[in-house]
């Protein structure tokens, strides 16, 4: 009997080392799928992180470029339309401008530069005209007060004159194209029409 009693004693000892080893086992396993599973979750909350920075990043690079796209387009717009404007403007100077080379007072405007040109120290000069205006020959040679040759050009479409001395090489622009072209350089510089 005792010898049966030392035999359950024994077995029940055992069974609840038994029972305690794999309580430990157990209790180790969960410990370690614990931190198995904090280090996936922490590494998965890092990969969606970093994986939403770079969409938040794509998005914003688009918007950036979708933006410069945008603004481009918006400025050359704004530069055609600038352009048009000034050109609309201009377009009606050049029309005002051949009707004045029409008027009476374009033949004092003449006399009044070949006046002005007379005062130069041009020893051989050329004045150039349009082949229309060599009918005002005698008042522009008289108005310039030394000899003069008188010569159409055909690069002088407006109106006015070229004055070039043949000595020196000198060349004094009288054209009304000239004085067309610097004021449209003047007007695009200080219109205020900048676009921004």
């Given at each position: ?15 609840n ?43 914003h ?36 401008l ?27 000069a ?5 082949e ?50 610097t004021q ?9 029409l900048?676009?921004?």
């Amino acid at each position: 009997m005792d010898s049966e009693k030392i035999f359950m004693t024994m077995s029940e000892e055992i069974k609840n080392e038994s029972q305690q080893t794999i309580n430990d086992i157990l209790a180790e396993v969960k410990s370690i799928e614990d931190q198995a599973m904090a280090s996936i979750k922490m590494e998965a909350k890092k990969n969606a992180d970093m994986r939403l920075k770079q969409e938040l990043d794509d998005i914003h690079s688009q918007a950036a470029s979708e933006i410069s796209e945008l603004n481009s387009q918006r400025m050359k717009k704004l530069i055609r339309k600038r352009d048009e404007y000034v050109e609309s403007i201009f377009a009606e100077v050049l029309k005002e401008l051949k009707l004045f080379t029409e008027s009476k007072d374009y033949r004092a405007y003449l006399e009044n530069k070949a006046k002005q040109a007379g005062k130069s120290q041009f020893m051989n000069a050329v004045i150039y005209v349009r082949e229309e205006d060599l009918q005002y020959t005698d008042l522009i040679k008289k108005a310039y007060g030394r000899n003069v040759l008188l010569q159409s050009s055909e690069n002088i479409h407006i109106g006015g004159m070229i004055i070039e001395d043949q000595q020196s090489d000198l060349v004094l622009d009288e054209t009304l194209e000239f004085a067309l072209k610097t004021q449209k350089e003047w007007f695009n510089k200080n219109s205020g029409l900048v676009i921004r």
